[in-house]
T-cell receptor, first 115, second 115 residues
Framework: DAGVIQSPRHEVTEMGQEVTLRCKPISGHNSLFWYRQTMMRGLELLIYFNNNVPIDDSGMPEDRFSAKMPNASFSTLKIQPSEPRDSAVYFC?????????????FGNGTRLTVT | QKEVEQNSGPLSVPEGAIASLNCTYSDRVSQSFFWYRQYSGKSPELIMSIYSNGDKEDGRFTAQLNKASQYVSLLIRDSQPSDSATYLCAVNRRARGSTLGRLYFGRGTQLTVWP
């Protein structure tokens, strides 16, 4: 099993630019999660999908952030326009089911730096 | 009050000792509990899950759950330098009226095992 695949691994961009992060979940998993991790705030859930439908986006910081899941094998997280405070590691994770007992499998993350 | 609280550490123990990591959670309806290990620069990986009161052992790891006290712990016996990492406590609970769960993470406890 290839695991959760994220791209790019690193992204450096200038303030105001659009950033798109990509994720391919584990085949067969029907729940997908986007997390952001910083030293100050730890691991924060941004949004999660179940069967390609957004279930909870209450963690999305503001309108500059958007996420899509057009099919079961692909999701994107877009930031437009980006700001220096968006600098963080963004993790995508997937699980089989979204019930209370479903553990998450994380991708390797995208380290975003906005200058 | 945060959903999940952990001592940030750092916790430092000598090789061969028992490392004890603690976690409290705020919502009594929480249903399942996980410990993730995160090496520096890497993604979190699941090491233990526990769903009912009591102890659960897996090799050198023991998870303990006390729902009355809203307390979860992880014991690492015979600690090794390779156990040096940040340990994240995660708590999953279903939203009211939903079958879907959401995972809340603590900020993590940094553990160092010195030879």
């Amino acid at each position: 099993d290839a695991g959760v695949i994220q791209s790019p691994r690193h992204e450096v961009t200038e303030m105001g630019q659009e950033v798109t992060l990509r994720c391919k979940p584990i085949s067969g998993h029907n729940s997908l999660f986007w997390y952001r991790q910083t030293m100050m705030r730890g691991l924060e859930l941004l949004i999660y999908f179940n069967n390609n439908v957004p279930i909870d986006d209450s963690g999305m910081p503001e309108d500059r952030f958007s996420a899509k899941m057009p099919n079961a094998s692909f999701s994107t997280l877009k930031i437009q326009p980006s700001e220096p405070r968006d600098s963080a590691v963004y993790f995508c994770a997937s699980s089989l089911g979204a019930g209370a007992n479903s553990p998450l499998h994380f991708g390797n993350g995208t380290r975003l730096t906005v200058t | 009050q945060k959903e999940v609280e952990q001592n940030s550490g750092p916790l430092s123990v000598p090789e061969g000792a028992i490392a004890s990591l603690n976690c409290t959670y705020s919502d009594r309806v929480s249903q399942s509990f996980f410990w993730y290990r995160q090496y520096s620069g890497k993604s979190p990986e699941l090491i233990m899950s526990i769903y009912s009161n009591g102890d659960k052992e897996d090799g050198r790891f023991t998870a303990q759950l006390n729902k009355a006290s809203q307390y979860v712990s992880l014991l690492i016996r015979d600690s090794q330098p390779s156990d040096s990492a940040t340990y994240l406590c995660a708590v999953n609970r279903r939203a009211r009226g939903s079958t879907l769960g959401r995972l809340y993470f603590g900020r993590g406890t940094q553990l160092t095992v010195w030879p």
